[in-house]
């Protein structure tokens, strides 16, 4: 058990719609990643936040937001759903600065229909 | 950041020594070497991080040579349940642009009976 927990572990939903994925950091632990894993893609990073702002971004859709709030949790919106968007979203946190040793959740599986 | 280059996959036997390598040609003074290990449908879980030289721990140990441009996980008397995919990264200490991961394609790792 990493200390990372996710919510939901499962989602199913509908082209078009709009999901929130949730995510809460180990116990102290500033900073929030978001990974997207896909089977043809592998692991890729979407966005980071440190103690509420945003720090860096890496392949983030448009149609996909996140934010951290004061208590540290962060939030992952997708909206405007597509087919392509199924895939597990992991979450992972670390202390800054770090040199990269970031705990893992074990990760929400969307299922795009 | 380095680009790295691993083994896609490789077999090996319980109760034997398994060494992954991975090079790093263009590797920085700043960067370290860190592995990730991942089981199917899981979160990546750290596994070890070095700079130079050698580095151990409980599960592995990681051997680089002077010139840095590659390095070796060695895991000793794998099991069944060594079986993952083990990813090698260079990540950039104290990187003010986030710290964030970019995963290659990783090593999948078979052990059998």
């Known amino acids: 058990d990493s200390g990372v927990t996710q919510t939901p572990k499962h989602l199913i939903t509908a082209t078009g719609q709009r999901v929130t994925l949730r995510c809460s950091p180990r116990?102290?632990?500033?900073?929030v990643y978001w990974y997207q894993q896909s089977l043809d893609q592998g692991l890729q990073f979407l966005i980071q936040?440190?103690?509420?702002?945003?720090?860096a971004k890496g392949n983030i859709l448009e149609r996909f937001s996140a934010q951290q709030f004061p208590d540290l949790h962060s939030e992952l919106n997708l909206s405007s759903l597509e087919l392509g968007d199924s895939a597990l979203y992991f979450c992972?946190?670390?202390?800054?600065?770090?040199?990269?040793?970031?705990?893992f959740g074990p990760g929400t599986r969307l299922t795009v229909t | 950041l380095a680009k790295t280059t691993q083994p896609i996959s490789m077999d090996s036997y319980e109760g034997q020594e398994v060494n992954i390598t991975c090079s790093h040609n263009?590797?920085?003074?700043?960067?370290?070497i860190t592995w990730y290990q991942q089981f199917p449908s899981q979160g990546p879980r750290f596994i070890i991080q070095?700079?130079?030289t050698k580095v151990t721990n409980e599960v592995a140990s990681l051997f680089i040579p002077a010139d840095r441009k590659s390095s070796t996980l060695s895991l000793p008397r794998v099991s069944l349940s060594d079986t993952a995919v083990y990813y090698c990264?260079?990540?950039?200490?104290?990187?003010?642009?986030?710290?964030?991961?970019?995963f290659g394609g990783g090593t999948r790792l078979m052990v059998k009976p």
């Open positions: 992972a946190s670390s202390v800054e600065p770090l040199k990269g040793e970031q705990y």
């Open positions: 116990s102290g632990d500033l900073s």
């Open positions: 936040y440190y103690n509420g702002e945003e720090r």
């Open positions: 263009n590797i920085a003074t700043n960067d370290y």
């Open positions: 070095g700079y130079k």
């Open positions: 990264l260079v990540v950039r200490a104290n990187n003010n642009a986030g710290n964030m991961l970019t």
